[in-house]
């Protein structure tokens, strides 16, 4: 391994395998698959509707004795419809029982977004309740409680800022481990990484391949395609790898570590060995030129009409 952690701590495995759009059917079998061939990390969370085809293949693998709970990483999340006090401890425990696990290594706030705890997917703006309304500090304490109960290792976040991060770490007993964010050379997001690094919270890039396999109805027309990047091609093509190893091995380099999603054996094969690959100073930077802060998942789901949520006031940017 030629990377280092970000946070001092060696115990999250930098290639995990990341579930989103992983149907179920398929999703069992590339679990087993993943933990086959080496992976020790999967990243799920109950809006992904997988969760109990992943725990089963946890457990058969623990079962067949290819792995020991203590050598998984498992991360899940809270949706926006369970930040209610009332209502994380429960949900902790119900995705508990979907993996069939005792404890989840990492379990993140999906968004700094609130729904109404009926909504799951907003229609209408009546569906969100605004951050002030029910603040993540309240939420967090459920989190801290959690932690305490033994339900989870670690406590973290997905898609926030600095600010909102700075205001966590603020009036938190425990500090997140994590922030989850979309990380790619499109992206790169490198003011977030300094924070992170000055703050000992460990980033992990989600779509770190460019989220190509996500339905059209939420891409952007005219997406840039970023495996498709004649300078990551001809970074590949120099090193004699593939553009995936390429984003991938960015991403390592940089301390982050990585979840990208496949269900395919051969891709899941070449995504863990981009651990093994080292990209030089004149790939590296050729690759900082290629930032656009260009967000494939725009957050545009939480933005219609009338909503309390804003590009501007989710991104504080
Ligand atoms: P598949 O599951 O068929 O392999 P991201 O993690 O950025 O969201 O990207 C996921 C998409 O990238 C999926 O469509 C996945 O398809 C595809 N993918 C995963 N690994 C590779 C790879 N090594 N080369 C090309 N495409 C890949």
């Not at 990208?260 to 070449?270: D, E, V």
Request: proline share 6%.
């Amino acid at each position: 391994m030629k990377t280092e952690m970000v946070d001092g701590d060696s115990s999250i495995p930098l290639v995990g395998l990341g579930t989103w759009l992983a149907a179920p059917g398929e999703v069992y079998t590339a679990t087993k698959n993943a933990i086959e061939m080496g992976y020790r990390h999967i990243d799920c969370a109950p809006v992904y509707n997988n969760e109990t085809e992943i725990g089963a293949a946890l457990t058969d693998s623990m079962k067949s004795g290819i792995v020991t709970r203590e050598q998984m990483w498992i991360t899940s999340k809270l949706w926006n419809n369970a930040h209610a006090p009332e209502d994380v401890i429960p949900t902790i425990k119900q995705t508990l029982t979907d993996l069939n696990l005792d404890y989840i290594d990492l379990y993140l706030i999906h968004w700094p977004v609130v729904h109404r705890k009926e909504v799951v997917i907003p229609k209408t703006a009546d569906d969100f309740i605004p951050l002030d309304g029910l603040p993540i500090s309240d939420t967090w304490q459920q989190l801290e409680k959690a932690v305490e109960l033994g339900l989870c290792r670690n406590i973290g976040v997905a898609n926030f800022s600095i600010n909102k991060l700075q205001k966590l770490i603020d009036s938190a007993r425990i500090k997140p481990f994590a922030n989850q964010i979309e990380l790619h050379p499109y992206l790169q997001q490198n003011n977030m990484l300094k924070f992170c690094w000055q703050n000992n919270i460990h980033l992990t890039a989600f779509s770190p391949l460019g989220s190509f396999g996500r339905p059209d109805m939420i891409k952007q027309p005219n997406e840039p395609i970023l495996l498709k990047d004649p300078i990551i091609c001809a970074i590949a093509n120099r090193m004699n790898i593939s553009p995936a190893q390429v984003v991938l091995a960015w991403a390592l380099q940089r301390g982050t570590s990585v979840i990208p999603k496949s269900i395919n054996p051969l891709r899941m094969q070449q995504n863990l060995r981009a651990n093994e690959i080292y990209l030089d100073e004149e790939a590296k930077q050729q690759i900082a030129g290629l930032d656009k802060h260009y967000r494939y998942a725009s957050g545009g789901f939480w933005t219609i009409e009338g909503s309390p949520y804003t590009m501007k006031n989710i991104w504080d940017e």
